[in-house]
Structures are given as structure tokens and as C-alpha cells.
């Protein structure tokens, strides 16, 4: 079992910038078949993800926060995951979401089984 707390949400200006934290109640594994990452929902929308990264390091970006958003990770305390959110746009706006689990490829949900509570991000332009 895994719970996962994101913090850092807020509210800024079109073109300003926002990092998030994900803080996992254990050390995230570097087995080549976890992962974890960050989805987001607006209203009305479905959730989508918005980037993921492998165990081994392995890391992919949804088109629309390419160049942008940049993930990382505490390589000390190995528990903490990070989204570095650059240029942000009104359509950013979302619920923003850590998740994490073994399997599954790319942005797809399929099995990330532990999920945060979220953290608002609204940009206004």
C-alpha cells in the first residue's frame, strides 16, 4: 500500500509558473515495470495524463505540456516526485493528480493503482 499527498497547487497568471510535489508514504521503486506520474481532470472533461515516468528513468510527456511541465525526482529521500509547471495556460487549469502502480505503458491509466486526494491549479489569463 502506498498513499500518496500532493501539495502546491494554486492560482497564477497566464504565463506563470507552479511546481507541484507528490510526497509517497514509502520509497518509490526503481523497478523497470513501476511507475508514477501526474494526470489532471477539468470540469466536464475526462482525466488525462499528463506525464509519466519509469522506473528506470524512463519518461513521457503529453504533447500539450512538452517544452513546459518537467518532471523529477528526490534522489535523496526517494519518496518525493516533482512537476515543474513553466508557461502556464488557461487550459492547464485542472485538479491535478499523483498516481502510482506497476504495468501499463505510456499515459494510459492501466495500473496505476494509488492515487492522491489532487491539488487545484487555476490560471487565469
Known amino acids: 500500500q502506498v498513499q500518496l499527498v500532493e501539495s502546491g497547487g494554486g492560482s497564477v497568471q497566464s504565463g506563470g509558473s507552479l511546481r507541484l510535489s507528490c510526497t509517497a508514504s514509502?520509497?518509490?521503486?526503481?523497478?523497470?515495470?513501476?511507475?508514477i506520474g501526474w494526470f489532471r481532470q477539468s470540469p466536464g472533461k475526462e482525466r488525462e495524463g499528463v506525464v509519466v515516468?519509469?522506473?528506470?528513468?524512463?519518461?513521457?510527456y503529453a504533447d500539450s505540456v512538452k517544452g513546459r511541465f518537467t518532471i523529477s525526482q528526490d534522489n535523496v529521500m526517494k519518496n518525493r516526485l516533482y512537476l515543474q509547471m513553466d508557461s502556464l495556460k488557461p487550459d492547464d487549469t485542472a485538479m491535478y493528480y499523483c498516481?502510482?502502480?506497476?504495468?501499463?505503458?505510456?499515459?494510459?491509466?492501466?495500473?496505476?493503482?494509488?492515487w492522491g486526494q489532487g491539488t487545484q491549479v487555476t490560471v487565469s489569463s
Open positions: 498516481a502510482a502502480g506497476f504495468g501499463g505503458s505510456g499515459l494510459a491509466e492501466g495500473g496505476f493503482k494509488y
Open positions: 514509502r520509497f518509490l521503486s526503481r523497478d523497470s515495470s513501476f511507475r
Open positions: 515516468i519509469v522506473g528506470d528513468g524512463q519518461i513521457t
